[in-house]
């Protein structure tokens, strides 16, 4: 029992020094001045009881900006339009023969098949829409012709796609377009 409490008394030591050792030193005159408290803006109270303390904050200054314009040319994406394999050229001729003797399947048939050798053609496309505007699928010629549009690389391809897209528009008896496309044949 006794040294039980030799234990609790020792332990009792212990913290006793440990708090003497964490107390705050006593300050001396040293002859500093002591920092004066940053002013604060007043507090503002709104209606409802919110008090709203404003703090510093530097004041945006307006500076105008130098704006740099890249160049505006557009630079022409090059779509490989298969126009350099063999095969592509082959089915794009037999495609051509069978239009001009009116076996309007036979010319589809060739004409997708260049398509997936080379899908980003736009003659595919353009043969395509004569196709189905020769089989009185006027929408389906104009969709088609306004696809190939986008595969388009010159002058020359794009007015034959507007050529189509008007044929199409004259089909369905549609003013709007046939205006656009007279107007993008002009332009050409």
Known sequence: MVVMQIKYLGVAVLFLGLGACQS??????SGKKPEPA???KPKVETPDGVKIIPYE??????????????????????????????????LIKKTEAAFRQNKWSEAENYALQAQRLAPQ???????????????????NAESL????????Q???????????????????????TIAEAQAKIKAL
Do not use: C
């Open 24 to 29: 705050t030193p006593v300050q001396t005159g």
């Open 38 to 40: 940053p002013t604060q």
């Open 57 to 90: 904050r530097p004041e945006i200054k307006r500076q105008p900006m130098q704006v740099i314009v890249p160049d505006q040319k557009v630079q022409a994406q090059k779509f490989d339009d298969g126009h350099d394999i063999p095969a592509f050229n082959q």
């Open 121 to 139: 053609s736009a003659e595919t496309y353009l043969w395509l829409a004569l196709i189905a505007s020769h089989k009185n699928q006027a929408k």
């Open 145 to 152: 012709a306004r696809r190939g549009l986008s595969f388009a």
């Open 154 to 176: 010159n002058d020359a391809m794009r007015k034959q796609l507007w050529l189509a897209i008007l044929k199409s528009a004259q089909q369905q008896q549609n003013a709007k």
